[in-house]
């Protein structure tokens, strides 16, 4: 008898890391709930995975939301599975010196990041427990070691990495684990925009972040793809509260 394949739901996948992990996760054969705030946003990450063979269904949630976070767990069961597999990825920034940033730029920055993977851990883990499996990984940063410009990100990714140890904790007796990705320099939308606040070119600014690198190059969506397939899979069951750098050479 064919087993049915898990179910992942992954955040903020309309684009970037997010994308590359969603078509990831379904070239490995995973049911995959491509979450983003705008549902239409997420046409061309569900189109490719399908193109391919893949099963994907586009739901639209905001991930601070309680009641829209609880809704695109239900849609989720309806249209997949009960998901076992949560890559909490949903971000923003909203880059300013200290004296510089506003009360919204703070609250919206922590609010994404660390509201919505709460509700979003709260939400699906209960089905972890059930099926006595899971994978939860969040996506820190390199950003979360400090980084000017960047108060309000810097914190919320830091916070992440303590919100996945104890995840870890909590709900290892259960078969879950859980896990941080920290990405280095990786060439999305997100980085163009601060290489816009910067006054730089996109070209200027990664052959810049390129010269620092240890392995000579800017990493991809895809370099965290391969990272977030395999502590999504059934091989990593004894890989759990971890932070994992993925910066192209070592970081403390």
Known sequence: ??????????????????????????AQGRAVAVLDRRGEDCAATVDTIRAAGGQAVAIAADVTDPSA?????????????APTILVNNAGIVRDALIHTMDLTDWDDVIAVHLRGAFLMTRAVQRHMV????????????????????????????????????TAALEL?????????????????DMTRQTAQRLGLTFDEFTAQAASAIPVGRVG????????????????????????????GGPKS
């Open 1 to 26: 008898m064919n087993t049915p394949p898990r179910t992942a739901i992954v955040t903020g996948a309309a684009q970037g890391i997010g994308a590359a992990i969603a078509i990831r996760l379904a």
């Open 220 to 247: 991809t969506p895809d370099d965290i793809a391969a990272l977030a397939a395999y502590l999504t899979g059934e091989e990593s069951g004894f890989v759990s509260g971890q932070v994992i750098y993925a910066a």
């Open 172 to 188: 290892g007796r259960f078969g879950i684990t859980a896990n941080a990705i920290a990405p280095g320099f990786i060439a999305t």
């Open 69 to 81: 976070v609880a809704a695109a767990v239900d849609q989720t069961i309806q249209l997949l599975s």
């Open 130 to 165: 059930d099926a006595r499996f899971g994978r939860i990984v969040t996506l820190s940063s390199t950003s979360a070691l400090g980084n000017r410009g960047q108060l309000n990100y810097a914190t919320a990714k830091a916070g992440l990495q303590g919100f996945t140890k």
